[in-house]
């Protein structure tokens, strides 16, 4: 029977980006980025300890570290215990843990019904 591998890219606590990511596949961040960030139709999670500046289009974003920019497209967006977020968000639903932070605008559209 053949293996069943999860494909996605991680880079690691000890990575530090400036410049435009583009993934086809689920992306953890784990170190620190600054630029842009495209994985539209797929999940963005940013590690706890994982420090990001940038402007993200993700159709999930799972946020147990830093992050500051403006999200767009989001279908949802969980900001964890302990996380930090700064900047604008324009998405359909978000998840705000016990000990999470926040500060900016929240536009949370809707599908037509």
Do not use: W
């Not at 539209?40 to 920019?69: C, F, M, P, Q, Y």
């Not at 767009?72 to 996380?83: C, N, S």
């Amino acid at each position: 029977m053949p293996e069943i591998v999860n494909e996605y890219a991680v880079l690691g606590h000890q990575v530090a980006i400036l410049g435009d990511i583009r993934s086809c596949e689920p992306l953890t961040i784990e170190g620190d980025l600054e630029g842009t960030i495209d994985v539209s139709g797929h999940r963005l999670t940013v590690a706890a300890g994982g420090n990001v500046r940038a402007s993200v289009k993700a159709k999930e974003i799972d946020l147990h570290g830093s992050l500051e920019g403006n999200v767009e497209g989001a279908d949802i967006i969980y900001i964890r215990a302990g996380a930090q977020f700064l900047g604008d968000i324009r998405a359909h639903g978000i998840v705000i843990e016990e000990g999470g932070f926040i500060q900016g605008n929240v536009d949370l559209s809707r599908s037509a019904v």
